[in-house]
Nanobody, 117 residues
Framework: QVQLVESGGGLVQAGGSLRLSCAASGSFFSIHAMGWHRQAPGKQRELVASITNGGSTNYAYSVKDRYIISRNNDKNTMYLQMNSLKREDTGVYYC???????????WGQGTQVTVSS
């Protein structure tokens, strides 16, 4: 069982920055991969960025060069630094954790990010 606590969402003007955090706890030894997904109003949930326990990262094209994903393995915490935010970045951001490649992933409750013009 994995529990995820997200924080850092909010309202920001276009061009601004926000930092999201996701802290994982529960019965596991290590985390294989972590990631952030977002769901904009009326749209499907999409992968924004992911990071493996080895530090390999992957970004959606729309956020590349603006977002930075990182993790602290000792604290089982993941971060998403979001810069140069645009209105289209608005949505609910969900933390996703995969304990092992063969396990079922766990989702956080989501945190709202709203970018105003």
């Amino acid at each position: 069982q994995v529990q995820l606590v997200e924080s850092g969402g909010g309202l920001v003007q276009a061009g601004g920055s926000l930092r999201l955090s996701c802290a994982a706890s529960g019965s596991f030894f290590s985390i294989h991969a972590m990631g952030w997904h977002r769901q904009a109003p009326g749209k499907q949930r999409e992968l924004v960025a992911s990071i493996t326990n080895g530090g390999s990262t992957n970004y959606a094209y729309s956020v590349k060069d603006r977002y930075i994903i990182s993790r602290n393995n000792d604290k089982n915490t993941m971060y998403l630094q979001m810069n140069s935010l645009k209105r289209e970045d608005t949505g609910v951001y969900y933390c996703y954790v995969l304990i092992s490649p063969l396990s079922v992933g766990s989702w956080g409750q989501g945190t709202q990010v709203t970018v105003s013009s």
